[in-house]
């Protein structure tokens, strides 16, 4: 069975620019997460997605947005990047009601 | 205070070795908690979650205690592919659903 996979593994933007993050979850997930890693921290909550719906936002600015599909698949956009931007960006889904999260391989942004 | 705090360390144990890491959490209201396996610029892996009772699974042990809000995971018999950052991941049950907060990591290197 298929884990969680993320698009494109990595991604160069320059400064201003826009960045698509994608993901799509284990069969059967309905719950999307999103989080950042950048080096030499730990992770930070970005975002939950459950049926379609944002459950909750963790303390990023408006423009890290997204939004999840009608088959559970989901978006990340960052705009108006900054260097500071640069990070690991890590999906994880999980069963619906569920704590036990998997995570994909990751999206590695670099803001130059 | 941060609402997950683990020794960074890095511990550096030789091979064979039973090492010990603690991670604290603030939110008396944390409902379950689990160990991931982070390994160097991959995606954290779900190690094992904590039962109320302890559990073991192989050469790793996981406790809970509530009354002092801390949770620890013990490694026996350390082994070269045990090296890696292991996150202490604290869940609590909202309004809005479950709410994951990770701990920053332990780094553990097990040497010859």
């Known amino acids: 069975e298929a884990g969680v996979t993320q698009s494109p593994t990595h991604l160069i933007k320059t400064r201003g620019q826009q960045a698509t993050l994608r993901c799509s979850p284990i069969?059967?997930?309905?719950?999307v997460y999103w989080y950042q890693q950048a080096l030499g921290l730990g992770l930070q909550f970005l975002l939950w997605?459950?049926?379609?719906?944002?459950?909750n936002r963790g303390n990023f600015p408006p423009r890290f947005s997204g939004r999840q599909f009608p088959n559970y698949s989901s978006e990340l956009n960052v705009n108006a990047l900054e260097l500071e931007d640069s990070a690991l960006y890590l999906c994880?889904?999980?069963?619906?009601?569920?704590?036990?999260?998997?995570f994909g391989q990751g999206t590695r942004l670099t803001v130059v | 205070r941060k609402e997950v705090e683990q020794d960074p360390g890095p511990f550096n144990v030789p091979e064979g070795a039973t090492v010990a890491f603690n991670c604290t959490y603030s939110?008396?209201?944390?409902?379950?908690f689990f160990w991931y396996r982070q390994d160097c610029r991959k995606e954290p892996k779900l190690l094992m979650s904590?039962?109320?009772s302890g559990n073991e699974d192989g050469r790793f042990t996981a406790q809970l205690n509530r009354a002092s809000q801390y949770i620890s995971l013990l490694i026996r018999d350390s082994k070269l592919s045990d090296s890696a950052t292991y996150l202490c991941?604290?869940?609590?049950?909202?309004?809005?659903?479950?709410?994951?907060?990770f701990g920053t990591g332990t780094q553990l290197k097990v040497e010859l």
């Open positions: 991941v604290v869940n609590e049950i909202t309004g809005g659903g479950n709410k994951l907060t």
């Open positions: 069969s059967g997930h309905t719950s």
């Open positions: 939110n008396s209201a944390s409902q379950s």
């Open positions: 994880a889904s999980s069963l619906a009601g569920t704590a036990k999260v998997f």
């Open positions: 997605y459950d049926e379609g719906e944002e459950r």
């Open positions: 904590v039962y109320s």
